[in-house]
């Protein structure tokens, strides 16, 4: 079997062990833990996720976000994301379950607190709440309305397995924080991802 099958097949079955979990009422942090533990154990396969159909970005672009899997109704969306120290994506929302674990490297998720009521548009208060180093063999998940930033540190590239409930194409409801101005507004899907 060629490694692109057993990828494929391990995939599969992953999946179907999370759309389990995910059909729990009500869909809770617990359900949400089973899920990072589907994505950990697919991430523990480093010889999946390095080879030369997930290339590290070009010099001066600092990532790469590679299509996995998703479902025909665009649920249960997969993708690798191959990036470069000194990424960093401001706090925002997802709007969906999310969830990421480590191949290789580690990611930097400053993890918040929405203090305000979110009744005054454009307007938002965030607390920093704690630093999630996600390395191998370590995730975290996220449900909808939680709040993080990213940030790639050191000198390595980084390839992390990131899971959504949703296609990341078809969420146009996200929010980003600006949390020094006390800002927020729509986020942007950011880097195309390649198919």
């Known amino acids: 079997m060629s490694l692109q099958e057993e990828r494929r097949q391990a995939v599969t079955r992953a999946i179907a062990a999370m759309q389990q979990l995910a059909a729990r009422q009500p869909f809770d942090r617990e359900a949400l833990a089973g899920i990072l533990e589907q994505v950990k154990s697919l991430a523990a396969h480093g ?45 925002h929302d997802h709007t969906t379950w999310a969830c990421v674990a480590a191949v290789d490297g580690e990611e930097h998720n400053d993890v918040y607190d929405r203090l305000d009521d979110g009744r005054t548009p454009g307007r938002a208060t965030l607390r920093l709440r704690e630093t999630v180093v996600v390395g191998p063999g370590s995730g975290i998940a996220l449900m909808p309305d939680d709040i993080h930033a990213v940030e790639i540190r050191g000198d390595q590239v980084i390839r992390h397995l990131h899971m959504y409930g949703r296609a990341l194409e078809t969420l146009a409801a996200r929010t980003t924080f600006d949390v020094d101005a006390g800002t927020c507004q729509p986020m942007a899907i950011g880097v195309a991802t390649r198919r």
């Open 47 to 91: 010889e999946w996720w390095r080879g030369a159909e997930f290339a590290p970005p070009e010099e001066g672009e600092r990532q790469a976000r590679y299509f996995i899997h998703e479902e025909a109704d665009r649920s249960f969306a997969l993708y690798l994301n191959v990036m470069r120290p000194g990424k960093r994506i401001p706090p």
